[in-house]
């Protein structure tokens, strides 16, 4: 069984948002690392880039497939894990914490739509049928 | 219902990630492709190829029929010798790619791909008509391939004493038979190794042998990144129907010497020389970021342009490499459109990588 975080929020294209402060911070899930196998590289955005919310704004791509990154809501991009560029086995390993992709600074602070740990589960549960 | 291997409980017990592959319940991996992957390249590693399908041709015509019906000269063979062939349609298509093991003037067996197995028979046995041939496929038999440096050092304690010490002294692309196991020096990864092919009720006897010797078990995803290294084209992907051997890197497998060998798809092939090559199989090598992928667009100075065949990761060269199918007269560098952007790749001849090294 993959491993969801009950503090943190989800999108369905497999995306965790962490709340810190007034800043979210990004990566994808512990489903979604399995399922792509060992990411070997990674594109992330130009800092100060700006993003609709579903808008894709990075790429991973494994040794299986290449897979999009939707940026979960609108919103500015602040900082971005450079250490994930040099090595993205990093996402397989620690997917929520040294693995984070992209740090960005929401246009409003609701965050509508996004997905609780429960409701995620139940995303991730769906696909496996 | 998906077939299994003999092998799938143990793939289960250690893990697996059990995907589809032609219709066959395979492993990906059991952890990490990219370990399976170095250990192969550093160490030696373990892959069921149960699914690839074993067929024996006994009669004494079984020589005059592979003469026939594969683009490589069987005649080439002394007993305890392989031979790696395209089998051809008679548009010099390639129905499939398969390697021929002479037993005998009176048996041969040949290992074909799992994705075409019944199509293979199908054709095999309608070209078999004129000739005193027998075909059986030997549904009764596991294949298991153990590869990498480590692998011959490993075989003395997997194997009785004998057999091993005669597995040992087998040169590249040889066998020996011991009764219903065969040991075959060959593989599909660029190392070192065998496939050993034996009665499918020593299946888990022979898994944990291996085990025991530190031969780690690899999954269909390291199988790929190695064989793309190792320059060996996969069937389906890098080869198919609607190309010939002449277009696919693999004029060497084509021998029209004596000219009086009619072999099928001999005459398209003749006439395709004559006409001139248009399109070959080339390796690529990203300069730039990014992971090559099947079908992305080759861009070729001039108006020209390819398709790559299998791209991907190469962990060895912690680089993207591919193979692909250009114009004959590409030059040594080329663009590959990946994401809607044109990333500078380097053209080589494969292999990538032989013996753990880089060789381009």
Known sequence: MSNIPQKLQYTKTHEWIRQDDELLTIGITDHAQTMLGDLVYVELPEIESSFDGGQECAVVESVKAAADIYCPVPGEVVEVNDAVIENPQLINQDPYGKGWLIRVRPHDQKGSGLLNADEYSKVVASEAH | ?360
């Open chain 2, 1 to 360: 219902m998906a077939k299994r291997t003999p092998f799938y409980d143990l793939h289960v017990q250690a893990n697996a990630k059990i995907v589809d592959f032609a219709g066959w319940d395979m492993p990906l991996h059991y952890g990490s492709q990219i370990q399976e992957h170095h250990q192969v390249r550093q160490h030696a590693g373990m892959f069921d190829v149960s699914h690839m399908g074993v067929v024996d041709l006994h009669g004494t015509d079984a020589g005059p029929y592979l003469r026939r019906l594969v683009a490589n000269n069987v005649d080439r063979l002394m007993d305890g010798k392989a031979l790696y062939t395209c089998m051809l349609n008679e548009n010099g298509g390639v129905i499939d790619d398969l390697i021929v093991y002479k037993v005998a003037d009176d048996f041969y067996r040949v290992v074909i791909n799992a994705g075409t197995r019944e199509k293979d028979i199908a054709w095999m046995k309608l070209q078999s008509e004129s000739f005193d041939v027998s075909l059986t496929e030997r549904t009764d038999l596991a294949m298991l391939a153990i590869q990498g440096p480590e692998a011959r050092e490993k075989i003395t304690r997997i194997l009785p004493a004998a057999q091993a010490e005669a597995a040992i002294a087998l040169k590249p692309f040889t066998f020996a038979v011991f009764g219903d196991w065969f040991v075959a020096r060959t593989g599909y990864t660029g190392e070192d190794g065998y496939e050993i092919i034996f009665p499918a009720t020593d299946t888990a006897r022979l898994w944990s042998a291996c085990l025991n010797a530190g031969v780690v078990p690899c999954g269909l995803g390291a199988r790929d990144t190695l064989r793309l290294e190792a320059g060996l084209n996969l069937y389906g992907s890098d080869m198919d129907e609607t190309v010939t051997p002449l277009e696919s890197n693999l004029s060497w497998t084509v021998i029209m010497d004596p000219a009086d060998r009619v072999f099928i798809g001999r005459e398209a092939l003749e006439k395709q020389k004559q006409q001139g090559v248009k399109r070959r199989l080339v390796g690529l090598v990203l300069d730039g970021p990014g992971v090559i992928r099947n079908h992305q667009k080759v861009i070729v100075a001039g108006d020209g342009v390819g398709e790559v065949t299998s791209g991907g990761y190469s962990p060895t060269l912690e680089k993207s490499i591919a193979l692909a199918r250009v114009p004959v007269d590409i030059g040594a560098q080329c663009f590959v459109e990946i994401r809607n952007k044109q990333i500078p790749a380097q053209v080589i001849k494969p292999p990538f990588v032989r013996n753990g090294k880089k060789v381009f």
